[in-house]
């Protein structure tokens, strides 16, 4: 039989394991519920960020829309025909390929170029109709752009839609069918998609698909309907009518439109124009004419249907082929169709980051209507790499690319079908890869226009001198100088049909027309030169009074080739720039600025733009250093057994010596698992897990050892080393439990704060600074100590107390804050009184004190380490405290509370009413009040004051901005000196300007602590 201390240590080495083993089981089940994601997506972060080894394919080159450019071209969008030299520049200089990451979803209208020289008197819109102005047509400039680089555009979906899901679809069918049951259960799974994304209740009972899908037949029926419908069973009320309505229009209008469409395929290939009035005519009797809510319906699903059905004409392949890794999406943002119909190909751009907003995965295939799509860079990728659906092998949660003349690249997928992106290294998006900004592009384009403007006044000038009646032999070559920009034009048109032999014909033309104008030009200047006499006009020369009219336009036409050649000038550094980015590289256009809202945390960058995540994965696929991971199965292996051999060195070994392994264990761990093979191999092996088997059961076995083996030697005498105070020696001394024991429970917590004394303390020295402090700090303390505050720690030059602690109840905690606070005031003031007395220190005349108070829950117990560790409290109210003292300096106060502590005063203390504010590290706004005083002892003066102020608040949160302006301005008229009425008045004459969101809380934002 073992001894009673054998068969003890026994017992507790058992619970030890067991203990271990549980907190193991504990990590794991963490672990595969997903809780330890967001911590292991930290770890892969840094990892991209710090040890990796990926870098930028050489052959990407992005042009970006920065803000620079935003700055010298306007804000955006820019007009597309200003658009279309970013697309086909960075071709003509030799980009292999075009990424555009810019939408066009819509037309744009066509406008009259306004005369340079047109009046401020004159009306734009006459100006507009005026049809002998010359007109840009953007869609159609932009078009010929993509054409001429063979872009690559881009496009967005939707996982949730329901007029335009399959499933609704589907409900549609069985209604017309009339399946009630099949239609119920398809609106039910649209149902039960909803309620994934929408968590208001009220909204989510307002979508309503399977009445949706009702309204939908009633409307294929007659498209007409309107009010009328709200008189059909089952009886739809207003509210889902003015939500659904035109939505379900649209779905029927674009399901007759299919299906007009399906029955005859050649009415595709008839222009847009025709097919439109003639598909109205089979929905209506009325004057297509007429602007009806049927036309505008018909317009939009005609736009959707031709537009989806370019976007989606060449997919990288057959949609059944990827089904195992293509999920199906409800709708698409298509390409407006006279883009996409000349693009290579469209993609979409859609970006699904994770639950903390940051982008790390990218979703390559998805499908829509039995429609192949692919991620924008991927698409770009297939064509770069050679791929075709022969060269690709598609297996649950991988793709398998074999490219021309390249090692075949293994493509890791999770459940969803997405890839990691292989986020190359560098902190810096903007040094990832070469960037040139918009504005070189649109330099050399603008330079351009101005040769082409100097050539046609060179020409025009031309044939005003040629065409003079003094001189008609060359009267014929100025007519045909001036047909220049009508064959020009003809060349242009007859390049867009596809036609390159009219087009040679056309330049050639244009070529003999420019050399005879050139060979009169001389002959006239010739003539010119000889000198005027008698027989000028029988020898063919100019008459005498018109040789200075001639030289005056020679003149002229002489100073715009010199125009063109400084313009010539400029034009060759930047072509021999732009050639030297774009030459045989891809090219990536898309948004840079940050005013544009394409900026999205990536793992290197909290904020970096989309098109940053297409150079990603089109730079790892062309380099073909791709990112895997680990899987759960093995993840959980690995973190078991480093659980269990944790736990057994834990119970086995000293706890010094098993914390020094583990902590060598962890470190290994972390250094090669995580650190060196992702720089070696760039794979991602789960660092949380293991890491979390491994100090979480060491660190219970260590507490348990700690509270049961040999821990009570050692209670009495830490508690009692922490406190030195009276009160709190006593409370141990009765109860050593209170000094362990932590419970959440509701405080009021202080903190104060030396205005300046930062700049004071640089300028008197390090000696008088300790004097100063010491004596404020001093008399601050007796002060909370009198009132029975907790005097937590001191800060710098600012101390932080609380008020009803767990061992020293206290229910008056918010009376005895204030309290304290007007006292520190006070205080403050006597120190003043007896150093000007005595003639002391004349800097505590520069000495101001503020003070944030704030009650609210809190954890109040004992935090810190085995060795040291402080009695505090901890939660939103202290933090809330902190950064009311910080708002004294915003506000111009010296003593600001939070709403909950004026609760619980019960009107002993006077306050002004501040209105809300957006604390840092806070979702919820903060009541906030300026303590004035006690009840009865605060002049009448500044409580009007404060009257005045608490009006003006209340019309900033009714939004009654005028009203606002006019209540601040008065307290400025009594206070011109007060920031709070100036701040706010700033902020109404924002909002008046600027209104904020419906969902504005009324509360100004405080960005800092």
């Excluded at 990407?60 to 969008?77: K, Q």
């Excluded at 736990?647 to 010094?656: D, M």
Aim: contains cysteine.
């Amino acid at each position: 039989m073992l001894p009673a201390v054998t068969r003890r240590q026994f017992r507790q080495n058992l619970a030890g394991v067991a203990i271990g083993l549980f907190a193991t089981a504990a990590v794991l089940g963490a672990y595969l519920s997903g809780a330890l994601d967001w911590l292991e997506k930290m770890t892969l972060d840094l990892r991209f960020s710090y040890t990796n080894s990926m870098v930028a394919s050489p052959e990407i080159a992005l042009l970006d829309v920065s803000d620079r450019d935003l700055e010298l071209v306007g804000r955006w969008p820019w007009a597309r025909d200003q658009q279309a030299p970013l697309v086909a520049i960075p071709a003509e200089f030799g980009a292999r390929l075009v990424l555009v990451d810019l939408t066009w979803l819509e037309p744009e209208a066509i406008r009259s170029v306004t005369p340079d020289d047109a009046d401020v008197s004159f009306d734009p819109a006459e100006l507009a109709a005026d049809v002998t102005l010359p007109r840009v047509q953007p869609d159609t400039m932009l078009s010929q752009a993509i054409a001429g680089a063979h872009a690559y555009l881009a496009y967005h979906y939707a996982d949730v839609d329901i007029e335009h899901s399959e499933s609704f679809s589907r409900a549609v069918d069985a209604l017309l069918r009339g399946e009630e049951a099949e239609a119920r259960r398809q609106a039910d799974r649209i149902q039960e998609r909803l309620r994934a994304h929408i968590r208001d209740k009220s909204e989510l009972d307002l979508q309503r698909p399977l009445d949706r899908a009702r309204l939908v037949v009633k409307l294929l029926g007659d498209p007409e309907l309107d009010d009328e419908l709200a008189a059909h069973p089952p009886g739809w009320d207003e509210e889902f009518l003015t939500r659904a309505i035109e939505r379900c229009r649209e779905a029927a209008v674009r399901r007759r439109l299919v299906e007009w469409f399906d029955a005859d395929p050649a009415r595709w290939h008839r222009p847009p124009h025709e097919l439109v009035r003639a598909f109205y005519a089979t929905l209506t009797s009325r004057s297509y004419d007429d602007d009806t809510r049927l036309k505008r319906a018909l317009l939009q699903a005609y736009r959707e249907v031709l537009s989806f059905t370019e976007t989606t004409r060449r997919p990288l392949g057959p949609a059944e082929r990827f089904a195992a890794i293509a999920p199906a999406v409800d709708v698409i943002e298509p390409v407006y169709f006279t883009h996409a119909r000349v693009a290579q190909r469209c993609g979409f751009s859609t970006f699904e980051p994770d639950r903390d907003g940051t982008v790390r995965r990218l979703a390559l295939l998805r499908t829509h209507r039995g429609c192949l799509l692919s991620q924008l860079g991927f698409s770009v990728a297939w064509d770069a790499l050679g791929l075709t659906p022969e060269r690709v092998s598609v297996e649950p949660g991988r793709l398998t690319l074999r490219p021309q003349g390249r090692p075949p690249l293994v493509i890791q997928l999770d459940a969803a079908g997405r890839m990691l992106v292989p986020w190359v290294r560098g902190r810096e998006w903007t040094r990832q890869f070469d960037h040139l900004p918009a504005s070189s592009v649109l330099e050399l384009h603008q330079l351009r226009q101005a040769r082409r403007h100097n050539d046609a006044e060179l020409r025009r000038l031309l044939v005003q001198a040629l065409s003079h009646p003094g001189l008609p032999r060359f009267h014929e070559v100025a007519r045909l100088l001036g047909q220049v920009d009508s064959l020009a034009a003809q060349r242009e048109q007859a390049q867009r049909r596809g036609d390159p032999q009219l087009a040679a014909w056309l330049e050639e033309q244009t070529g003999a027309i420019l050399a005879e104008a050139e060979q009169a030009e001389r002959e006239l200047r010739r003539l010119l030169d000889s000198a005027a006499d008698a027989a000028s006009v029988e020898a063919g020369r100019p008459p005498p009074d018109a040789a200075a009219e001639l030289r005056g336009l020679l003149a002229d036409a002489d100073a715009y080739r010199r125009g063109n050649a400084v313009v010539d000038a400029r034009i060759g550094p930047v072509q021999s720039r732009l050639r030297k980015h774009f030459e045989g590289r891809i090219c990536l256009v898309g948004y840079t600025a940050t005013a544009l809202a394409d900026m999205r945390p990536i793992p290197t960058h909290p904020s970096a733009p989309g098109v940053m995540a297409h150079a990603n994965l089109l730079s790892g696929l062309l380099t073909g250093r791709l990112v895997r991971w680990t899987s759960a199965a093995n993840d959980t292996v690995v973190a078991a057994l480093c659980g269990v051999l944790v736990t057994l060195v834990s119970v086995g070994l000293r706890p010094r010596l098993a914390a020094l392994l583990v902590l060598f264990a962890a470190a290994a761990y972390l250094a090669i698992a995580g650190a060196l093979v992702f720089w070696r191999w760039s794979y991602w092996i789960a660092l949380t897990p293991a890491t979390a088997a491994m100090i979480f059961p060491f660190f219970c076995v260590a507490v348990y050892r700690y509270v049961f083996v040999d821990f009570e030697r050692r209670q009495l005498s830490t508690a009692l080393s922490q406190y030195t105070s009276r009160q709190i020696a006593k409370q141990v001394a009765d109860n050593p439990e209170l000094c362990r024991r932590a419970e959440t429970r509701e405080v009021t917590a202080m903190f104060t704060d030396l205005r300046g004394f930062t700049g004071i303390s640089e300028r008197i020295g390090a000696e008088r600074t300790q004097k100063i402090l010491n004596a404020c700090l001093g008399r601050f303390t007796e002060v909370m100590l009198r009132h029975e505050g907790m005097v937590n720690k001191f800060i710098g030059d600012g101390i932080f107390a609380f008020w009803n602690p767990v061992i020293y109840p206290q229910p008056d905690h918010a009376g005895r804050a204030c309290d304290t606070a007007l006292d520190l005031l006070a205080a403050l003031d006597d120190l003043r009184r007896e150093q000007q007395r005595a003639g002391g220190d004349r800097v505590f005349d520069e000495l101001f004190v503020r003070i944030g108070l704030a009650t609210g829950k809190a954890v109040v117990g004992p935090c810190g380490s085995e060795q040291k560790y402080d009695y505090t409290c901890i939660g939103d109210s202290v933090n809330v405290a902190s950064r009311l003292e910080a708002a004294n300096k915003f506000f111009g106060t010296q003593i600001l509370v939070n709403g909950s502590v004026l609760d619980h005063v019960n009107g002993r203390f006077a306050c002004r009413a501040l209105g809300g504010v957006q604390v840092k590290g806070r979702q919820q706004a903060v009541p906030v009040y300026e303590l004035l005083g006690r009840a009865g002892q605060v002049p009448r003066e500044a409580l009007e004051y404060a009257e005045l102020f608490g009006r003006g608040v209340q019309h900033i949160q009714r939004r009654a901005w005028p009203a606002a302006i006019e209540t601040f301005q008065e307290c400025l008229g009594r206070r011109p000196n007060d920031p709070a009425a100036a701040s706010y008045l700033a902020a109404a004459k924002a909002f008046l300007e600027t209104p904020p969101p419906a969902d504005w809380s009324g509360a100004l934002e405080l960005t800092g602590k």
